[in-house]
């Protein structure tokens, strides 16, 4: 099993949205640069997290986008399920295969615990937090990092 570059894009970049977005708005072009994303390819998925109102664009001087509702709401597999990502295990059974009822229940169990994982509980990690600190600094991005999280 495998997670797609467009699953696992999203999900880098709604940490890197949360992680910021109590500067204000953050630009795509800051996710795509500290992320290595292509901002034509975050464009693109943007706009399905738009679509489905996990994230809401700010327009003008000092604009990007900041999450559609708190992190807390939002759960792993919410953005995987806006960017049409499927985490499913059950593909790799073939018809008749006798594990095939396992796959299955491994895929539903899998989702299960995307769906109990919000943004909030990943982002606040010690580790995301010191990681997403030294991106900033190589990249001269500004980030508050918790006291907790060192």
Do not use: N
Not at 12 to 24: I, N, R
Not at 26 to 47: R, W
Not at 107 to 136: F, H
Request: proline fraction near 3%.
């Amino acid at each position: 099993m495998r997670l797609s570059t467009k699953g696992r894009y999203a999900v880098t970049a709604m940490f890197d949205l949360a992680l910021h977005e109590q500067d204000g708005p953050v630009p795509l072009t800051e996710i795509s640069t500290c992320q290595t994303i292509s901002l034509s390819y975050l464009e693109q998925l943007f706009a399905k997290l738009r679509k489905k109102e996990l994230v809401v664009g700010v327009r003008g001087v000092g604009g990007g986008y900041r999450l559609g509702r708190p992190a807390h709401q939002i759960s792993i597999a919410d953005i995987l399920r806006a960017v049409d990502e499927k985490v499913d295990v059950s593909r790799a059974a073939e018809d008749g295969d006798p594990a095939q009822a396992l796959w299955i229940e491994f895929s539903e169990k899998l989702y299960s615990y995307l769906d109990e994982r919000t943004l909030a509980d990943c982002v606040d990690r010690p580790y995301v937090q010191r990681i997403t600190a030294r991106q900033d600094d190589e990249h001269g991005r500004g980030i508050v990092v918790r006291q907790d999280a060192a």
